[in-house]
Nanobody, 124 residues
Framework: QVQLVESGGGLVQAGGSLRLSCAAS????????MAWFRQAPGKEREFAAA???????YYADSVKGRFTISRDNAKNTLYLQMNSLKPEDTAVYYC??????????????????WGQGTQVTVSL
């Protein structure tokens, strides 16, 4: 069974940092692109960052320079290091996996597997 399990969310003050983790079953992780999406209340799910199997990374403009996505293929784990957090980063963060081409990394519909989400709340 394919599983993605996120952890690491929480409450942090503006300017602080959090690191999210996503533990994946082998089938979900191997040879797949991995990504983080987020969804704030009343808003659509939006792309935050992605990393393909070969290691190239992509970021939304809103998080570029503050967030870093990485993967440990030996541990089947995806990470998102979030620095200089802002209140507008408050959202449920979802881990996703799929056979996604470079042109589709920002499209949620292209990802076959999803985690249950972890809440990140950034206070003033």
């Amino acid at each position: 069974q394919v599983q993605l399990v996120e952890s690491g969310g929480g409450l942090v003050q503006a300017g602080g940092s959090l690191r999210l983790s996503c533990a994946a079953s082998g089938r979900a992780f191997n040879n797949n692109a991995m990504a983080w999406f987020r969804q704030a209340p009343g808003k659509e799910r939006e792309f935050a960052a992605a990393i393909r199997w070969i290691g190239d990374t992509y970021y939304a403009d809103s998080v570029k320079g503050r967030f870093t996505i990485s993967r440990d293929n030996a541990k089947n784990t995806l990470y998102l290091q979030m620095n200089s957090l802002k209140p507008e980063d408050t959202a449920v963060y979802y881990c996703a996996a799929g056979r996604v081409s470079r042109s589709d990394y920002g499209a949620p519909r292209k990802y076959a597997y999803w985690g249950q989400g972890t809440q990140v709340t950034v206070s003033l």
